[in-house]
């Protein structure tokens, strides 16, 4: 299923705040693949939010019933993320999680993901 998500992010070595412009096009990786990759640069990811907090947020092989679900591994921390800008977030007893798959673009580095931009399936 192809997903638009678009992922404002803070740059802390950039002048923009929104972070550097960066988008990512295609099927992108696995969770599993992406861990495995060695690439210096953004990697398109496929999975399921899943935010316990705003401050909690991971990229999840799959999402585990029932309401609210637990994060099937394997899975990654992400940082970056305005959880504002995700759209049909399903929310209940302060978790928020998506309801269908979701294509992250951002840089891997021991286990944790940050967002770099957008990304079109």
Not at 10 to 34: H, K, Q, R, V
Request: proline share 8%; with cysteine.
């Amino acid at each position: 299923m192809a997903v638009l998500l678009v992922a404002a992010c803070s740059d802390s070595e950039s002048s923009d705040p929104n972070g550097p412009a960066t988008s990512g096009f295609g099927p992108g990786l696995s969770i599993s693949e992406a861990m495995k990759a060695d690439a210096k640069g953004p990697l398109l990811v496929n999975g399921w939010l899943l935010a316990a907090s705003a401050n909690e947020v991971r990229l999840c092989e799959s999402l585990t019933p029932p309401e609210p679900p637990r994060c099937g591994q394997p899975s990654l921390a992400v940082r970056g993320l305005n959880l504002s800008k995700v759209e049909s977030l399903k929310r209940d007893s302060g978790s928020a999680w998506s309801q269908q798959p979701v294509r992250l673009l951002g840089t891997l580095k021991n286990g944790v993901m940050k967002i770099s931009g957008t990304s079109r399936g």
